[in-house]
């Protein structure tokens, strides 16, 4: 089976200037300046695993969740369960805030652009692990008011 598309004049004008703009933006993104911020989000990244470790818990109300990078339309690109058994808020803060900012910086310099679609705050819940039965903070399934 052969297929055309047909566009008239006037469309075929406006979808080749539609991907020569897009050519243009991706060809203005600074390769050398990507590597940069990038390794600098998956060093911040990793310190806040690291300040969070295992997320142990004895009880519900010592698990919280916190959302970390910045989507280009805004809110955050994810999603961590941290407990306050083994986390010090105010320095898990300082780091999320640097994540953040250093996601914005990148997403701005990269010219990235996002769906723009804002993902429910997952539930946290204390729960044993499935590999060793240790109580820790974990993501649950749904939005706020899910009950797993």
Same mark, same amino acid.
């Given at each position: 089976?052969?297929?055309?598309?047909?566009?008239?004049?006037?469309?075929?004008?406006?979808?080749?200037?539609?991907?020569?703009?897009?050519?243009?933006?991706?060809?203005?993104?600074?390769?050398?300046?990507?590597?940069?911020s990038a390794a600098t989000?998956?060093?911040?990244?990793?310190r806040i695993v690291a300040?969070?470790?295992?997320?142990?818990?004895?009880?519900?109300?010592?698990?919280? #969740?916190? *959302?970390? &990078?910045? $989507?280009? +339309?805004?809110?955050?690109? =994810?999603?961590?369960?941290?407990?306050?058994?083994?986390?010090?808020?105010?320095?898990?803060?300082?780091?999320?805030?640097?994540?953040?900012?250093?996601?914005?910086?990148?997403?701005?310099?990269?010219?990235?652009?996002?769906?723009?679609?804002?993902?429910?705050?997952?539930?946290?819940?204390?729960?044993? #692990?499935? *590999?060793? &039965?240790? $109580?820790? +903070?974990?993501?649950?399934? =749904?939005?706020?008011?899910?009950?797993?």
């Amino acid at each position: 089976m052969n297929f055309s598309i047909r566009f008239p004049a006037g469309r075929r004008t406006l979808v080749a200037a539609a991907f020569l703009v897009v050519a243009g933006h991706a060809a203005a993104v600074d390769p050398a300046a990507a590597p940069a911020s990038a390794a600098t989000t998956a060093s911040l990244h990793a310190r806040i695993v690291a300040l969070i470790g295992e997320a142990a818990c004895d009880s519900q109300d010592q698990c919280h #969740r916190v *959302g970390i &990078g910045a $989507k280009p +339309c805004g809110g955050p690109e =994810g999603w961590l369960a941290w407990s306050d058994k083994v986390t010090d808020p105010q320095a898990l803060q300082r780091e999320v805030q640097a994540l953040a900012q250093a996601s914005i910086a990148e997403n701005k310099r990269s010219g990235l652009a996002s769906d723009c679609m804002m993902r429910p705050e997952p539930t946290v819940v204390c729960r044993p #692990r499935a *590999g060793d &039965g240790k $109580k820790t +903070c974990q993501l649950g399934q =749904g939005g706020v008011n899910s009950a797993v």
